[in-house]
């Protein structure tokens, strides 16, 4: 009998030991899993705060083109209208203005009537005029047909202009006709 009461006694301490023991345990690993959800929710809100606001915000300006439109051609067959697109600051790592990129798209019309003539615009005619009244060409652009009695849009334009000026007036040539349109970044 003496026996069987010391068994049953070291049973019981036994499994006492292993709940205390095991629910000590949960604890612990509860309090961790809590511990790491916070970390884990900390972390992506430091994330998008940091998404939210760029270290290197580019800066850009808002184009105006006065008139945004020109009849051009001997016989005023061509009207192309100017389409602002977007000027964007270019700068180096440091935050130096290396310059403006000004990009811009042309709707042509061809006045002349069904079985005329179509109109080919080439772009690397244009010429911007600065502030210090240099021109400068195209970086970028091409040549598009417009055919009679149609409207047509051209590729997006590009101007680099270089830092510290400012654009004051694009002058667009056509059949020996010229027309000028100003510029204003703001």
Do not use: W
Not at 40 to 52: G, V
Not at 54 to 72: C, H
Not at 165 to 186: H, I
């Amino acid at each position: 009998m003496k026996k069987i009461t010391l068994m049953a006694v070291l049973a019981v301490a036994t499994v006492v030991y292993s709940c205390k023991s095991k629910a000590d345990k949960d604890a612990a690993d509860s309090t961790a899993a809590v511990e790491s959800a916070e970390a884990a929710t900390e972390k992506p809100a430091a994330a998008s705060t940091e998404a939210s606001q760029p270290a290197n915000e580019t800066k850009t300006y808002t184009v105006t083109f006065t008139p945004d439109s020109a009849i051009l051609g001997k016989k005023k067959e061509a009207l192309l209208k100017l389409v602002a697109v977007s000027a964007t600051d270019l700068s180096d790592p440091d935050g130096k203005s290396q310059g403006i990129e000004l990009k811009f798209k042309i709707s042509g019309t061809n006045k002349e009537k069904i079985g005329g003539n179509s109109i080919g615009i080439a772009t690397n005619n244009f010429r911007l005029v600065l502030d210090n009244n240099t021109s400068i060409n195209e970086a970028n652009g091409g040549y598009f047909s417009v055919q009679p009695e149609s409207t047509s849009e051209s590729d997006e334009i590009t101007y680099r202009i270089p830092a510290g000026a400012k654009p004051k007036a694009l002058n667009l040539f056509f059949d020996e006709t010229r027309a000028s349109v100003g510029v204003e970044l703001k």
